[in-house]
């Protein structure tokens, strides 16, 4: 079909907002044919895989393609699992330095030569490693190399803050802990932890805005289904609605990362003493 210069079929032009409004109503609808696909398939396997799992094999499972919708929650799960690695790696170290000078002055350049590295890099060494602990495997490790990049790649602001919250307790905090003769963990979990929250969860906020933005970029390297593999796939197959459903799936990006700010506002709201320093 020729068109002629009309602009539904130049893919490369900007698409405006009734295009954009199409294109978001579209991927809606693509999701309920696929979400109802599903639906019929898990309902025509039920008896089978109940008998294949009570014969101890495999279900069966759906392989048909994800909908836009089902890829911002795979990209959702991603972050997360991401970010609760960054927490459970940044937050305990960063006690540990914060509360030794020494340890301070021996991570210090470890940590500046390492928090600049690019996501991309962050990706390819965890590819290696991964594809080393997992030769031989035959299963899907996309999302194992997504998560875990995205961790390294965004930990640094938690470990820095919590490093900083730290080794800034009120001395006076301290001495009263040693006069009350408390342990090393009750001083921590009593005094210090409470103290530090507020420069914490401000690491914890930055780490998540970070793990949102470099989650693009890794699941598109990484070929892992979600938010970056949809937008790579849609500029790449140039059709005449891609530049408009890669505008819907910026907004989506947009909406999301504000949403998961105000959620760690919400929880630093529950947890932090001080409402003020929640910001």
Not at 31 to 50: G, P, Q, R, V, Y
Not at 104 to 123: E, G, L, M, R, T
Not at 150 to 177: E, F, H, P, R
Request: with cysteine; hydrophobic share 50%; net charge neutral.
């Amino acid at each position: 079909m020729y068109c002629f210069g009309e602009s539904s079929c130049q893919p490369n032009t900007l698409p405006s907002p009734a295009q954009v409004w199409e294109s978001f109503q579209s991927l809606l609808r693509d999701h309920n044919i696929i979400s109802a696909d599903k639906a019929a398939f898990i309902e025509k396997t039920a008896a089978l895989n109940k008998a294949r799992i009570a014969a101890g094999k495999d279900a069966i499972v759906y392989t048909g393609r994800p909908s836009f919708v089902d890829q911002i929650f795979r990209s959702l799960q991603t972050v997360f699992a991401g970010f609760f690695l960054a927490l459970l790696i940044a937050v305990p170290l960063g006690i540990l330095i914060g509360l030794s000078s020494t340890l301070k002055s021996a991570f210090n350049w470890f940590i500046q030569i390492f928090k600049p590295v690019s996501p991309v890099v962050w990706y390819l060494l965890v590819f290696m490693i991964v594809k080393t602990v997992l030769i031989g495997s035959t299963e899907d490790s996309s999302f194992t190399i997504s998560f875990i990049s995205v961790g390294l790649c965004s930990m640094w602001a938690t470990l820095v803050n919590t490093a900083m919250g730290v080794s800034t307790v009120d001395k006076d905090y301290i001495n009263v802990a040693k006069v009350l003769k408390l342990g090393t963990f009750q001083k921590i979990f009593k005094v210090v932890l409470p103290s530090s929250l507020p420069l914490i969860f401000t690491g914890l906020k930055i780490t998540l805005s970070v793990a949102w933005m470099v989650l693009i970029a890794i699941e598109l390297l990484a070929q892992s289904p979600g938010l970056g593999l949809f937008v790579w796939e849609e500029f790449q197959n140039g059709a005449n609605d891609s530049n408009a459903k890669i505008i819907v799936a910026m907004f989506a990006i947009g909406i999301i990362g504000f949403l998961l700010d105000r959620l760690m506002l919400t929880i630093q709201n529950w947890v932090s003493f001080d409402k003020q320093d929640a910001i």
